[in-house]
């Protein structure tokens, strides 16, 4: 299979970007930063007398956060980004690797939340008849779900 291409220097970019967004990630997600900012706004507010809770002082830690607070948005969005459509790569694989399964469901995501509810709907009640039939093994495909349910049915009925 070829892969898609993209100019060596947009690729190298993305990458150096993905590392340091993953890394930061990572890190801020850590107990240790958590510990960290905990500690941070525990000195903040016992210098709050020492600065006679003046407007720079509470200037600093207000600056402070929301400078912190609007760069981790972009990077978590990133880092999430990448998460998302890795997994979803992965279940598009699944979902095509499968002969029983329906290859409806592969780019489900780019459907309208109209369009979804739809199919939720339907899976719900692929649930119900499965929970009627209480076996756990039970599955089905999009396009085979009626005609599975009816044959079962049927052979139960013999």
Do not use: C
């Not at 291409?5 to 990572?26: C, G, M, N, Q, W």
């Not at 990133?78 to 694989?93: G, P, V, W, Y």
């Not at 779900?145 to 052979?155: G, S, T």
């Amino acid at each position: 299979m070829k892969k898609p291409s993209v100019p060596e220097p947009k690729l190298k970019r993305a990458r150096i970007f993905d590392k340091i967004s993953t890394y930061i990630t990572h890190k801020a997600g850590s107990p240790i930063v958590s510990i960290m900012a905990f500690v941070l706004i525990v000195l903040w507010a016992l210098s709050g007398p020492i600065f006679h809770y003046s407007n720079t002082w509470q200037l600093v830690i207000n600056t402070g956060t929301t400078i912190i607070t609007f760069l981790m948005v972009f990077i978590i969005q990133q880092s999430q980004n990448k998460d998302t459509a890795a997994i979803q790569l992965k279940l598009n694989e699944l979902i095509a690797s499968n002969e029983r399964a329906s290859n409806r469901l592969i780019d489900i995501e780019d459907l309208t939340e109209e369009e979804i509810l739809v199919l939720k709907k339907f899976y719900i009640k692929l649930s119900e008849k499965a929970a009627k039939e209480k076996d756990l093994f039970s599955s089905h495909s999009l396009d085979e779900a009626e005609d599975n349910h009816l044959q079962k049915v049927k052979f139960r009925k013999k």
